[in-house]
């Protein structure tokens, strides 16, 4: 057996009833300096959302668990079974950095960065997609459902359907779909929208999303789409099965938020925050991956224009920008990087006292704990995406804001945007829009904050994301058995 699997018993499922296949595996390698010890799940809703499901339907997760050339044989951890899939190091280059990160992701995201279309690339997605569907199809028991997860994996819809005809196979999408026009660029789109519609049920973020795969659907391939139905027929023109497209807004695990901010050792460290930074009057905060979809620089911009002209002072409010590392050998994202830190030094350098700083830049990940702890220091949060399939950090300071107070000022531009109705919505690209709404929510009136947040939380304690895999997964099984009657 593989050394780092040892911790763990070894497991080989293959009548799995209920199956989940993500690019990745929802544990992380926990490694102390003599030893390899184990796993530990990846924070983040979607596991906590289907762990539940795995215990009690005999459920399998298929992923990759991280690293080059590894191979893993399948294990159980956390009441899961996981089944690795081993990507080589020029399939993580080609299909994971370039088809997916290069290509897929700005195409998606409205071509903010340039996609780049390569054969290469696309061969390999093809080959690394098969290999998924081969792994699923191998777990799963007579007529199990499988629940493949987002962009990484387009095309394992159709693969597992022809493999396993028997599976009821959903998919949703976690980013963005874009418009036709768009994903008109595509040189495989016609193959794409063929793997998506292997699927009895497509899941979408927004509505728009909804609508833009149908469109494309029936533009490039002349389907036949009725009531959000594709009748997805085979090269003989014969019809093999009806595919449903719907809106599915993912959400968090609220209950855990909740959790986490009524803790007093969570209360006091946020306290500890406002201290560590001076006590100011206000503190604002940004979490993001460090990506060019999360509109970062936009921020940064009317950030110092507000300090520049005198509407925020350095002493009395202080922007702590967490920036968490990622795809960092991905061109792009390496430019944004020495960008977005170049910004910042700029900013600090010119407003900087020896006792206040304007921007607290932290290039790290931190545990949920933490992040807990900036959402109660926070009087203010920034979510101002250029494009973003939902974005959790918005959901999640609002369901950790228990007293109502704190402002959101929130990217139109956000999937969050259609559930959040009452934050305070902006068109980052509109600097002097962005800075009058920053400055309004730095003195939004009490009353008129704890009415807003009021309103969003309700939205959020009623929309977590238990209930948004229930319904996605109630869904499908209505589907199937109306499909099979
Ligand atoms: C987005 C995608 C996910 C992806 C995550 C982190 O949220 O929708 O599929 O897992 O970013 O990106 P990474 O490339 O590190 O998996």
């Known amino acids: 057996m ?32 003599e030893a390899d010890a184990g796993w530990r799940r990846s924070p983040g809703g979607l596991v906590t959302a289907l762990a539940p499901v795995m215990a009690a339907r005999e459920g399998a997760w298929v992923g990759w668990h991280g690293a080059p050339d590894e191979e893993l044989a399948p294990f159980h951890h956390d009441n899961m079974d996981l089944i690795p899939v081993t990507l080589s190091e020029d399939e993580v280059e080609l299909y994971y950095e370039g088809f997916s990160n290069s290509t897929l992701w700005p195409l998606y995201h409205d071509v903010i960065a340039t ?49 396993r005809p028997d599976l009821r196979i959903g998919f949703f999408n976690h980013i963005p779909f874009p418009s036709p026009e768009i994903f008109a660029q595509m040189p495989w789109r016609k193959a794409i929208l063929e793997g998506l519609l292997g699927a009895d049920l497509l899941g979408f973020q927004r509505p728009n999303d909804t609508a833009n795969f149908l469109r494309s659907a029936r533009r490039f391939l002349g389907a036949g789409v009725k009531a959000k ?23 968090i ?92 030094g700029r900013i600090n350098g010119q407003h ?6 304007a921007i607290r830049y932290l290039h790290h990940s931190y545990p949920v704990e933490e992040m807990v702890a900036l959402y109660l220091a926070a009087d203010v949060m920034l979510v101002t995406a250029l494009r973003d399939g939902m974005n959790l950090v918005a959901k999640e300071y609002v369901a950790a804001r228990l007293d ?56 959020i304690l009623s929309h977590d994301v238990q209930r948004w895999s229930e319904d996605f997964l109630t869904t499908l099984a209505e589907k199937a058995i109306r499909d099979d009657s």
């Open 2 to 33: 593989p050394k780092s699997a040892s911790a763990e018993s070894a497991h080989h499922p293959t009548n799995a009833d209920f199956i989940v296949v993500s690019n990745r595996l929802p544990v992380d390698r926990v490694s102390t300096e």
């Open 352 to 357: 900087d006292t020896i006792q206040n700083t």
């Open 115 to 163: 996609p780049e279309f390569h054969r290469t690339w696309w061969d390999s997605y093809q080959l690394v997609n098969r290999r998924f569907a081969e792994a699923a199809a191998h777990a799963a028991a007579p007529k199990a459902t499988v629940w493949v997860q987002d962009y990484q994996l387009q095309l394992v819809p159709q693969y597992l359907r022809r493999l």
């Open 404 to 459: 109502n107070s704190g402002a959101l000022v929130l990217s139109e531009f956000t999937g969050a945007a259609d559930q959040l109705k009452q934050a305070l919505l902006i068109n980052p690209h509109d600097i002097d829009g962005l800075k009058a709404t920053i400055a309004r929510a730095i003195n939004l009136p009490p009353q008129e904050a704890s009415r807003r947040m009021r309103a969003m939380r309700r939205q």
């Open 229 to 251: 139905q594709v009748h997805v027929k085979d090269n003989d023109e014969q019809i093999t099965h009806i595919a449903r497209a719907e809106p599915f807004p993912i959400s």
């Open 253 to 344: 695990d609220v209950a855990q938020i909740q959790e986490l901010a009524q803790r007093p050792d969570i209360i006091a460290r946020a306290q500890q925050i406002r201290e560590d930074l001076g006590n100011p009057k206000t503190i604002l905060l940004g979490v993001d991956r460090l990506d060019y979809t999360k509109g970062i620089t936009h921020r940064l911009k009317a950030y110092a224009e507000l300090l520049e002209d005198g509407t925020v002072k350095v002493e009395d409010a202080a922007l702590i920008q967490v920036a968490s590392p990622s795809r960092e050998r991905v061109e792009t994202y390496k430019q944004l990087r020495e960008e977005v830190e170049g910004i910042v």
